[in-house]
């Protein structure tokens, strides 16, 4: 567990004193004021919106390409769905409206520190995050690894935007939101729902750019399903083995994480793009590699230099959906079932909180062959 006590006691002292957390100062967060009578039947969920297909626009019903992503607020996301008054008392907090290819670090640590402090009330029952799909499995992997709460954590996006004619948007939020209302919901991690699917944030990942039935980890398999907007689950609470937890709650000001580069592995793959990395400030390296984590022989001699000359954290990861990555037993770490982009996502957060060679190689290799 990483610790940061320091600005912790800051944190602390911030909240004793009734004023909020830091929040960068380009995030303008507003929380929805609605007239909607609290009902003290109704479980309380908070549902943190940052924009993505969800909150398009387009210009036409049929146009299910090339809209606007991040064009409406939450507010118009919650009137959209009358229904969820009947599930629970709802307060909409909106954290950014971009497309998700625009989330940042700043956008992450600064979400994940709301989402925390939502759930360590006692008056939340669970938390929803709208997103843009493009990128939210990243989002959904940085959430698994930095909230620690038996609570429900639900990540919603949509496939197509909220003025296509037929929008998924709608029935997936009524869905995330009965998600994290359920107590049945409770201990397992942060969660994706999507075309009534319930699926697990560590191994999903999306795998069609236009398809509803997107989001999938297609060895692991589903948490669950929605029947009559109902969730109904496969299996009892659990977690992925060994999966790590980065304490980020007391880094305050932090709007940056370690530059972390994906480099993709091809026939004849050009080994200066390596040093180009480490040269533009690039302190890890994931390697989207052939097979199960293959990299050429010349591309491998660079790799071995920047470990030695320049400290840089390597991770071999592949190009392929799903496989295993084992250790690679000499320099860099096998990615083991992770794929690059969440591997990314590791590595920063390790290399955030000062891991080292062996930390790293623990938590990257963790299953023995």
């Not at 609290?38 to 969800?54: K, Q």
């Not at 954290?95 to 600064?110: D, F, H, R």
């Not at 004619?165 to 359920?182: H, K, M, Q, R, W």
């Not at 997107?214 to 009559?228: D, H, S, V």
Request: aromatic share 8%; net charge negative.
């Amino acid at each position: 567990m990483v610790s940061f006590k320091p600005l912790a006691l800051a944190c602390a002292a911030s909240l004793a004193l009734g004023s909020p957390l830091p929040v960068p100062a380009r995030f303008h967060v507003s929380v929805r004021d609605d007239s909607i009578p609290y009902n003290a039947s109704l479980p309380n969920v908070t549902i943190f919106a940052t924009g993505g297909t969800i909150a398009g626009s387009a210009s036409s019903s049929g146009q299910t390409t090339g809209y606007q992503a991040g064009a409406v607020g939450i507010a118009t996301l919650l009137d959209a769905v009358p229904e969820i008054k009947n599930i629970s008392n709802v307060q909409g907090v909106q954290v950014a409206n971009v497309g998700s290819e625009s989330i940042t670090p700043a956008i992450l640590l600064n979400l994940t520190q709301q989402v925390q402090q939502a759930l360590d009330s006692p008056y939340c029952q669970g938390v929803v995050i709208t997103h843009g799909t493009d990128t939210l499995e990243e989002t959904a992997f940085f959430l698994d690894l930095t909230i620690r709460s038996e609570k429900p954590v639900v990540i919603v996006g949509a496939m197509r935007p909220s003025t296509a004619i037929s929008a998924d948007g709608p029935i997936n939020l009524l869905e995330a939101v009965t998600l994290a209302a359920d107590p049945q919901a409770r201990g397992r991690g942060a969660m994706i729902v999507l075309n009534d699917r319930i699926a697990n944030a560590f191994f999903t990942t999306k795998t069609n750019a236009n398809a509803l039935d997107t989001f999938k980890a297609t060895e692991q398999g589903f948490l669950g399903f929605f029947i009559n907007i109902k969730p109904k689950f496969y299996y009892a609470p659990a977690l992925p083995l060994d999966k790590p937890y980065f304490d980020v709650s007391g880094v305050c000001n932090a709007t940056e994480l370690p530059q972390v580069d994906i480099l993709y592995g091809y026939q004849a793959l050009n080994p200066a793009l390596t040093t180009a990395a480490v040269a533009s400030g690039a302190k890890g390296l994931v390697l989207a590699g052939m097979g199960a984590g293959g990299w050429t022989d010349a591309g491998n001699e660079v790799i071995g230099e920047v470990i030695k000359n320049n400290g840089t954290a390597v991770v071999y990861s592949r190009r392929t959906m799903d496989g295993f990555v084992e250790p690679t037993g000499s320099f860099g770490y096998g990615g083991g079932f992770l794929n690059p982009q969440k591997a990314r996502i590791m590595l920063q957060l390790a290399l955030f909180a000062g891991w080292q060679e062996a930390q790293l190689r623990t938590l990257f290799e963790y299953y023995e062959l």
